[in-house]
């Protein structure tokens, strides 16, 4: 009879036995009892504590006759009378208070005192003092009775965060070479002195980012405190149940109430049947730019703000305030409120960018740029992109950005439309478009603009660099993508009496290897025949082992990382950035036979396998038949045509302007914030457009709770709204850059699978 096996259940039940007479086997024995009369005495001196306490306040209500204890106090010994019971501890750490103060304050408990108390309660009013101190653990100190003039704890002072301004303790700007790529600070034409090694190498950790520099720079204009104010939802006839049993303060008479609603907006008038006595609540009403009261309430405006902000619209508002039990609003009232707000928008925004102007000289002042003397106007670099509404080729909007590629400050934005509505729906209904009909429309039409949707970035760069002198700057230096047709179009203006640089964002240029042999992949077709006889036409580059998806990937982002370079070891030349671009691509079509690594970098530590076998022959070196490179399968015949595309992407001009390393990743962050504000499968007007533009522009300049837009209508932001409106800009700031983060963190900890140039 074959042996039953063991169910999982009952060896469960078996290795649960085990375990609990292992348990019980080191289970240490119990201590002997001892008599409950008996007192227990200390064997050892008593604990120390180690924590000062904070000086009491100079008042004569509170006035010890000795300093206050410092580290190393004992406990009292335990009365004689007192025993504790053999399954009570004895007791751990404790601390003397101050003598109590030699008034008719003191602390007479009614019960045995408390074991551990994190805060004393105040001392009552009556009964004399003690005669010893209470046997309880504090920590910190209570409040002072009202009549205490000086506080307990006294001020601290500020933690201490401005940079040294020691010129050995700042990072100096190197000198601006058309053969040097430099990282952030604006390339100035004085040499600076450099510092030295050992204060670079302890400000590493401490550079600051491009928000920390606009928080600094915009430092005065940070928000006031909020006011602590709380709002309920509370019905009219629950008001009434409650006034039914107060009565007035003068005569004793009962109160009656009339409330008036006005959706989100109320006026509560509670008054006296027999005097005149009453009180009127009711909201703030919105202020214009010269402090005067306006017709709109203050919950009103800010509901209609978070709908259009948050791109609900009237719908979604009147879907959320009617589950609460509020009127809504009709389409007039909503209209009415929003084209406030953008009127308002539109005075106080130019009064917020000129602070956003002076705080870009104050930064370029720093290096010791300044304007030209001759025409007072600063040249500064910037990048441009364009971002249309909808997808595709057919969109009626259009937006044109211009940030500083230091300080990430947005300095100016333009809005592009080519419909309107009105003009449309007049033109459907073939009426005529009278003089006088047309100068009436003029204010109001959404029409700016007569062209495709294609030139709208160019034409909105046009007006961009054509007022660029209105606010004392020159953008001289544009970093740009591959669309060749907006610089053109800014070289054929000419604003200045110098011409404008461009530089490539490397982000666009890495992308362009992986689109070039996708192209070519398709261009060198042929025609096969198949086994059943039929023609069909077939890349010479598809298969395995060939011009795979995954190859353009790998070989995509080898591309990107050469061009991009190293912080740490920025390139010198072109050449340098040249040898790294090539290198991948002589290191792919390496093999046994014919290896082709004189541009991988030599030494022990480089990321070729084969140059650290040179470097180290007492260690293994792999062969190429091992792990073949992504090229090398290829035929050799069809390997011209991709070394041909690598040269091309290697030319002397292309890489000059990718010696510095900028991009347009906050024009591409700037998008994302607009779109998500306005969606691109809804309608939306130029009016409302230009009003999250501006919106979004403030709230990166400024951060979310300075920009927050209520409150330059005279309203008070509440404590509720400012902490969410922290969240915000903490959210913001941490979902910026989250892979560079995981990034760093992995290269610190030496773990780092991420190759170098071509590291592979």
């Keep these: 009879m074959p042996k039953r096996r063991m169910t999982t259940y009952k060896k469960a039940g078996m290795m649960k ?24 005495l200390y064997s050892q001196p008593p604990p120390t504590v180690s924590q000062h306490l904070p000086p009491p306040p100079a008042s004569s209500s509170y006035a010890p006759s000795q300093p206050p204890p410092t580290v190393s106090q004992h406990l009292p010994p335990p009365p004689a009378s007192s025993s504790y019971a053999p399954s009570q501890p004895p007791p751990t750490v404790s601390q003397h208070l101050p003598p109590p103060p030699a008034s008719s304050s003191s602390y007479a408990p009614s019960q045995p005192p408390p074991t551990v108390s994190l805060h004393l309660p105040p001392p009552p009013a009556s009964s004399s003092a003690p005669s010893q101190p209470p046997p309880t653990v504090n920590l910190h100190l209570p409040p002072t009775p009202a009549s205490t003039s000086a506080p ?90 409650v006034l039914d049993i107060a009565a007035c303060t003068v005569c004793y008479a009962p109160l009656t109430l009339s409330a008036k609603t006005d959706c989100l907006s109320s006026k509560l008038t509670v008054t006296c049947t027999s005097c005149d006595t009453g009180v009127v609540i009711r909201d703030e009403t919105a202020k214009t730019s010269e402090g005067k009261n306006t017709k709109m309430l203050e919950n009103n405006v800010k509901g209609v703000f978070e709908a259009v902000n948050n791109n609900i619209g009237i719908t979604g508002l009147n879907r959320i305030i009617s589950t609460f039990g509020f009127d809504t609003f009709s389409q007039g009232k ?138 004392g700057l020159r953008y001289t230096t544009y970093v740009g993508d591959g669309d060749s047709s907006t610089y053109q179009a800014v070289q054929q203006l000419n604003p200045y009496d110098v011409p404008v640089r461009k530089e490539e964002c490397v982000n666009h240029v890495s992308k362009r290897l992986g689109t070039r042999l996708r192209k070519l992949k398709k261009e060198m077709m042929t025609t096969i025949t198949t086994k059943t006889g039929n023609e069909m036409r077939r890349s010479l580059l598809s298969g395995p082992s060939q011009l795979t998806e995954n190859t353009i990937n790998k070989m995509t982002s080898y591309f990107g990382k050469a061009v991009r370079g190293e912080k740490d070891k920025p390139y010198t030349s072109t050449e340098d950035m040249r040898k790294s671009i090539l290198a991948s691509y002589h290191h792919a079509v390496s093999t046994d ?168």
Aim: proline share 8%; aromatic share 8%; hydrophobic share 30%.
């Design 17 to 40: 036995k085990m375990r609990q007479d292992q348990r019980s086997t080191s289970k240490p024995p119990p201590p002997p009892a001892s008599s409950s009369s008996a007192p227990i």
């Design 152 to 241: 307990m704890h006294p001020p601290l002072p500020p933690p201490h965060t401005s940079a040294p301004k020691h010129p050995s303790c700042a990072v100096q700007p190197q000198p601006s070479t058309s053969s040097t790529r430099l990282s952030s600070p604006p390339p100035s034409t004085v040499v600076q002195p450099q510092p030295s090694t050992s204060s670079v190498a302890a400000l590493v950790d401490k550079v600051k980012s491009s928000y920390d520099v606009r928080l600094e720079l915009l430092k005065d204009n940070r928000p006031t405190s909020a006011i602590d104010k709380k709002q309920l939802i509370i019905s009219v006839d629950d008001i009434r149940r």
């Design 334 to 471: 909503f209209t009415r409120h929003a084209h406030f707000l953008y009127k308002r928008m539109d005075k106080q925004y130019p009064v917020r960018m000129k602070d956003v102007i002076s705080a870009v000289f104050t930064h370029y002042e720093s290096y010791d740029i300044l304007p030209k003397p001759t025409t007072g106007l600063l040249d500064i670099t910037v990048s441009y992109d364009g971002t249309w509404m909808t997808r595709g080729h057919s969109s009626h909007i259009g937006v044109g950005f211009v940030v500083e590629v230091d300080t990430g400050f947005i300095i100016d934005r333009e809005v592009i439309s080519n419909f309107c509505q009105v003009c449309s729906s007049r033109e459907k209904r073939q009426l005529p478009a009278t003089p006088e009909w047309m100068a009436r429309h003029a204010s109001s039409c959404n029409k700016n603009y007569t062209g495709t949707s294609a030139s709208m970035g160019t034409e909105a760069a046009r007006r961009l660099w054509s007022r660029s002198t209105q606010l």
């Design 593 to 760: 036979d014919r290896p082709q690594h004189n541009y991988c970098p030599p030494g022990i530590n480089s990321w070729c396998f084969f140059r650290r076998g040179e470097a180290d022959r007492t260690k293994f070196c792999r062969k190429h038949s091992t792990k073949p490179g992504y090229f090398s399968k290829i035929p050799s015949e069809h390997r011209g045509a991709i070394l041909k595309v690598y040269t091309d992407l290697t030319n002397e001009d292309l890489l000059k302007r990718c010696m510095k390393g900028r991009t347009q990743n906050s024009n591409e962050s700037l998008h994302s914030k607009l779109w998500m504000k306005v969606a691109k499968h809804k309608f939306a007007g130029i009016s409302r457009v230009n009003f999250i533009t501006q919106v979004v522009i403030l709230e990166h300049n400024f951060g979310f709770e300075a920009a927050y837009f209520p409150r330059h209508l005279g309203f008070k932001t509440t404590a509720c709204k400012s902490a969410n409106l922290q969240f915000l800009q903490k959210k913001s700031i941490r979902s910026s850059t989250p892979r560079k983060t995981v990034r760093r963190q992995r290269k610190k900890s030496g773990n780092s699978s991420d190759y170098i140039s071509g590291g592979f």
